[in-house]
């Protein structure tokens, strides 16, 4: 981006160029535009914005020039400068949403399925994403670096989804394409750019497929067109709208449908996280939502401190294919008044990826959820962590280690947390034999928590009494 002293000169020399134009305005009034200029430009950088529109092109180009994008947006800017030569200007510069061509195919959303989504997600018509979550979409990190496998984050609800499809990323890297029972971790720290993509597509494919009880998937994009009016109880949020379902019968098509339109989950402005939240409640079905859900449960995303968090049912359709709204083994009847005997929904069978849980907070009231054996056993050695309301994966490379119970005596974990500061891939050693970790046997939870990590607590909920080598790392949770 050019600077106020950059700006200024071009502004003196277009004043001299053409005198009789510019005669009149004062210098002090040029100086106010620059000045307010650089006020809006230090608000968007606050909130996370970019005043250029060269992010929509370069996921296209699936390329990564920061000095062109920089000189692109010096430019655009320049020339609103001369245009308008108002800050408002600057309001149109938020990159735009990616679209598709209307010709693709798909089914065109209508007003009954909009209102279906809404009521599933928010349990109204009126609540729309926020802001964060607009803008969230699936990115790795770097390719062919140390945690070239990995998601990056953002904040606020979405981070949970990502989490959660982070686990299926890493289920596709180490255990799908590859065969061999131990696989070294610096393969996934060898990945490209096309391997990236490649997991990505994949990981989805398999979370719709599975949801979708493996005889549909429906995967959902925007399209520049709008495709129904909507009613006085329907507020509109300007991409629903514009939405097209596209249905696949094999598992197969839709991996490659969504590898060919990758930069629609991957990219600045492709809304990729909630297009994928949207494709995942269609390949379900709405039908089939309900019967997952129970009365605790009557939509999936819930309001906390001005922003959406996912209940767990989001988390556990995911995880499992079904929205299950606990985690607990089966059904649970609750004792309730009168002769009406209700049931809680928990986890029917085991899935290839699990779940574990830990929280202060709920361990000081009493309120841990008792995740059972199904999440905490999965096929696969790769756990979603829900630790003190943050999200993060614990995974090991051996393919074996929770068939043969002898492996579970010393092995390795490793922690990806999803944060920014998290520049490698954490190494754990676990050791469930050695009991030193807890010298007073009696002494409550709560007092162990603190004394040690949540991380920690959180693997001795499945294996209790372990202790654990952090490998020079430092402790963090």
């Known amino acids: 981006m050019r600077t106020q002293l950059q700006l200024g000169e071009q502004m003196d020399q277009e004043i001299s160029s053409d005198a009789p134009n510019f005669q009149q305005i004062e210098l002090e009034e040029i100086s106010s535009k620059i000045s307010t200029l650089d006020k809006w430009r230090k608000i968007f950088s606050f909130h996370g914005l970019e005043i250029s529109h060269t992010s929509q092109q370069k996921c296209q180009d699936h390329k990564s020039e920061d000095d062109k994008e920089d000189a692109a947006g010096a430019a655009q800017t320049t020339s609103s400068l001369k245009q308008d030569r108002f800050p408002s200007s600057i309001l149109y510069l938020v990159p735009k949403a990616l679209t598709v061509s209307s010709n693709l ?16 997600l928010f349990g109204s018509t009126y609540h729309v994403f926020s802001y964060e979550w607009k803008r969230s979409y699936f ?12 998601l990056e984050t953002d904040k606020g609800g979405a981070t949970a989804v990502q989490m959660a499809v982070q686990v299926n990323i890493i289920k596709y890297l180490l255990f799908v394409q590859n065969k061999q029972e131990n696989i070294h971790l610096q393969s996934l720290c060898e990945i490209s750019q096309k391997e ?7 990981a989805v494919a398999d979370i719709l497929w599975t949801a979708g009880e493996g005889q549909k998937a429906t995967v959902c994009l925007i399209t520049s067109d709008t495709y129904f009016t909507p009613s006085m109880d329907y507020k509109v949020d300007h991409f629903t709208e514009r939405v097209q379902l596209f249905d696949f019968f094999e598992k197969e098509t839709t991996e490659q449908f969504l ?3 990758i930069h629609c989950l991957n990219c600045e402005g492709s809304h990729g996280v909630i297009l994928f939240l949207y494709s995942l409640l269609f390949s379900r079905t709405f039908e089939r939502l309900q019967k997952d859900l129970d009365f605790t449960t009557t939509h999936l995303l819930q309001c906390r401190l001005g922003n959406f968090s996912c209940r767990q049912a989001i988390l556990n359709i995911i995880l499992t294919g079904r929205a299950s709204p606990h985690v607990f083994n089966g059904f649970q009847k609750l004792d309730t008044e009168g002769s009406v005997q209700k049931l809680l929904h928990g986890i029917l069978s085991r899935s290839d990826v699990g779940y574990l849980h830990w929280s202060k907070e709920e ?18 050695p790769i756990w979603l962590c829900n630790i003190n309301g943050t999200y993060s994966v614990l995974f090991s490379t051996n393919r074996l280690l929770l068939s ?11 922690l990806y947390n999803g944060r920014p500061s998290q520049k490698t891939t954490v190494h754990l050693t676990i ?13 409550e939870d709560c007092a162990s928590e603190k004394r040690f990590p949540s991380v920690e607590m ?13 490998n020079g790392a430092a402790p963090f949770f």
């Open 139 to 150: 990115r790795f990190h770097e390719p062919h670096a140390d945690l070239a496998y990995a």
């Open 431 to 443: 050791d469930t034999h050695s009991h030193h970790w807890e010298e007073n046997h009696y002494e």
């Open 363 to 380: 361990v000081e009231h009493y309120k841990l959820p008792q995740v059972g054996s199904m999440l905490k056993t999965p096929k696969l």
């Open 458 to 470: 959180a693997i001795r909920t499945k294996w209790e009494g372990a202790a654990i080598n952090w």
């Open 404 to 414: 043969d119970w002898k492996m579970e005596h010393l092995f390795d974990l490793y």
């Open 196 to 202: 990236q993509e490649k997991a990505l597509a994949a």
């Open 259 to 261: 590898c060919d339109h």
């Open 105 to 120: 195919g798909g089914q065109p959303i209508s007003l009954e399925m909009a209102v279906g989504l809404r009521r599933m």
